[in-house]
């Protein structure tokens, strides 16, 4: 059976190189006899597996000394409430941006334990742009200004990292971390699922300054202390063992392709093709205002979504071209295209639709 470019949301594509790597080590992972699903997690070969994959992150993503790196799991979601739980430090509120259905779902969380001020938003324009950071209104006792990196439903995407006036900044980065380099000194804590760029679903990356943590909410789960969860690697209880495997084979696949500088030029070649051929004529729309425009989700949409979505999503199954649906939140069509969706998947992309867009 031949591969098809999968354009899902998340779960996503993973690169081939990965996959043939986890195929190949299945049943007997590196001579132990055994797959890496069937290790303790306390003996040596999956020890040597957790600590590899976080030196490689740290290498990638180029984190500072003085971050630590959690692998946890409950996915972004659980982090809605987590963050909260940890961040606000004896302080009463925390300020949002936001940019799309991801942000309100945090904000709302964080209601369980202080208040969440909305320090701007882009509701009214129906989440088509990033409001100007000179607008927003930020309080200076707020414990954390939270952002979402990239709005994965309506494909927004900050491209500078704002400014907050020594607030600390959390971004909910589930849709676009790795995509390429980031100043993460410039961030107090940076949360994603992996389910996107990173590798199967079931851990959470969480990236945090070391001395925002060791203060939580009383109630707390010590598996959501990060605190806790730092002082034991992670191990606590039994984490999600094979994703840990996967996401470390993804990041060595990162070094491989040359590292987030070499991958973010071949994101904005991929969407930039994508955005020029939309642009370039009537029939499929964006409305993402350019400057904001996601490289990582694309949505459009096309004339008639009654008569066209539904033909159009079965012409490009058809050539093997998946998960183009669109969030239920917005319709259309959304193209994600992650860093292991290769050149050549976007390229296909573009055919089809003009294929389509003259032939219906
Ligand atoms: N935040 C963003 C930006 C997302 O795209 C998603 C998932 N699509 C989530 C949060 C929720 O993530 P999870 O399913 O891992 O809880």
Redesign the pocket.
């Known amino acids: 059976m031949s591969r098809i470019f999968n354009f899902s949301?998340?779960p996503a594509t993973l690169p081939l190189a990965v996959l043939e790597k986890v195929q190949a080590e299945l049943l007997n992972y590196q001579g132990t006899g055994m797959g890496v699903m069937e290790m303790s997690h306390r003996d040596k070969p999956f020890m040597d597996i957790a600590n590899a994959c976080e030196a490689d992150l740290r290498e990638v993503l180029g984190v500072p000394a003085n971050y630590k790196v959690l692998f946890m799991q409950g996915?972004?979601?659980a982090q809605f409430g987590i963050v909260p739980q940890n961040l606000l430090r004896g302080k009463t509120s925390a300020d949002f941006v936001l940019t799309g259905d991801?942000g309100k779902k945090a904000i709302k969380e964080i209601g369980k334990y202080g208040k969440g001020n909305v320090a701007a938003t882009a509701e009214a324009e129906k989440f088509t742009h990033i409001p100007d950071v000179a607008g927003w209104k930020l309080n200076s006792d707020a414990a954390y200004v939270h952002i979402?990196t990239?709005?994965?439903i309506h494909g927004v995407q900050f491209r500078d990292v704002p400014n907050t006036n020594g607030v600390p900044l959390v971004a909910?980065a589930?849709?676009d971390i790795a995509c390429r380099p980031l100043d993460i000194s410039k961030f107090g804590l940076i949360y994603a699922?992996a389910?996107k760029n990173i590798g199967p679903a079931g851990l959470?990356i969480v990236i945090v300054r070391e001395d925002l943590i060791g203060t939580v909410l009383p109630g707390t789960f010590g598996i959501h202390d990060y605190k806790q969860v730092a002082e034991n690697e992670s191990m606590l209880n039994t984490p999600s063992t094979f994703s840990w495997y996967v996401c470390g084979l993804v990041f060595q696949w990162m070094k491989a392709e040359g590292g987030l500088a070499k991958i973010g030029e071949r994101n904005e070649r991929k969407a930039k093709a994508l955005y020029d051929y939309i642009d370039s004529q009537d029939f499929y729309k964006n409305p993402v205002a350019r400057k904001d425009r996601s490289i990582m989700n694309v949505p459009f949409t096309l004339p008639n979504p009654d008569v066209n979505d539904a033909e159009f999503l079965k012409g490009a199954k058809a050539a093997g071209l998946n998960g183009l649906k669109g969030h239920r939140a917005v319709g259309g069509m959304r193209a994600s295209i992650y860093n292991a969706m290769p050149e050549a998947g976007v390229a296909a992309l573009i055919d089809y639709m003009q294929y389509f867009a003259k032939t219906r």
């Open positions: 949301a998340g996915g972004a979601t991801w979402t990239n709005e994965t909910d589930s849709s699922g389910q959470t």
